[in-house]
Nanobody, 121 residues
Framework: VQLQASGGGLVQAGGSLRLSCTAS????????MGWFRQAPGKEREFVAGINWSGNLRYYADSVKGRFTISRDNAKNTVYLQMNSLKPEDTAVYYC???????????????WGKGTQVTVSS
């Protein structure tokens, strides 16, 4: 499976963005999907994850209550709705797919190219 992320951009603090990640070339519904981010000088970190059916969702503490992950298996797409954005959310955001059981970056099998999110204060 190949992944293509989109939807990043520049937004003021308190604003919203919705990221999309579309899969091709594989059985999208068989994968757990996750969003990760990497800020300059920092390690890549888990942001949000969703199981194959969409009924289980997982979030990093730093984004709980502000970000929502969802998926549409008919469209082979996973979304990340980001509200109440903060300057510390600035990073390159990546989507990733896994058939594993954890959300560490090392456990993800397929990565998309990142999309830049910049939040100005």
């Amino acid at each position: 499976v190949q992944l293509q992320a989109s939807g990043g951009g520049l937004v003021q603090a308190g604003g919203s963005l919705r990221l999309s990640c579309t899969a091709s070339g594989g059985t999208f519904s068989s994968y757990r999907m996750g969003w990760f981010r990497q800020a300059p000088g920092k390690e890549r970190e888990f942001v949000a994850g969703i199981n194959w059916s969409g009924n289980l969702r997982y979030y990093a503490d730093s984004v709980k209550g502000r970000f929502t992950i969802s998926r549409d298996n008919a469209k082979n797409t996973v979304y990340l709705q980001m509200n109440s954005l903060k300057p510390e959310d600035t990073a390159v955001y990546y989507c990733a797919a896994s058939r594993g059981s954890t959300w560490s970056p090392a456990s993800m099998h397929v990565w998309g190219k990142g999309t830049q999110v910049t939040v100005s204060s």
